[in-house]
């Protein structure tokens, strides 16, 4: 009996560790996710303090152009203001600001003398690093959530996540930048 006894709590307790363990993964993956949030969010206030410098810039050439400018600040002011927990209304938002920012760099393109203009090509410059930056962190990030949440799919984690709360993360989904969508046009009739 003494025998039974020592050979079923040896049972528990493997059952018990191996649960600890699928717990602990669950939890990697999930600070995971957070984490590549987080740097997500490092790139959009970068380009959050880049715009007012832009739209000042801008301003310098083009001050008939309010609309457009109020616009850009409305739309940063929205994005700023969406919490990092809603991902699916802060990528709405963001969608939002870049497409006011390609009609901000549409308008420069009146303007020669703006486009030729340091500062201006240094903060399109920097602002086309930082959107390079954040596709890459959104990248991370949603191969962070894919794991996530396949892991929570498969037995036997699938019970654990189940009976503990784990919810399913959001991925995070912005529109391709212009050059992404669109196929270069090319012709060589000449």
Known sequence: ?????????????????????IFNGLIVLKNRVAEA???????LKRRYDLI????????????????????????????????????????????????????????????????????FLALQEELSDTENKIMSARRFYNTNVKDFNTRQEVFPANTVAGMLGFKKAEFFDLEAAPKEREN??????N
């Open 52 to 119: 007012p410098n832009l739209i000042n810039t801008v301003k310098g050439y083009a001050e008939h152009e309010r609309e457009l400018f109020t616009k850009v600040t409305e739309a940063r002011t929205a994005a700023m203001g969406v919490p990092a927990k809603d991902v699916a209304e802060k990528a709405k938002k963001e969608n939002a600001l870049s497409e006011t920012l390609k009609s901000l760099f549409a308008v420069a393109e009146n303007y020669p003398q703006l486009r030729a203009n340091e500062n």
């Open 37 to 43: 949030f987080s740097d997500i969010d490092v790139q």
């Open 184 to 189: 270069p046009k090319a012709d060589f009739t």
């Open 1 to 21: 009996m003494n025998t039974l006894l020592w050979i079923l709590l040896i049972i528990v307790a493997a059952v018990v560790l191996w649960l600890i363990g």
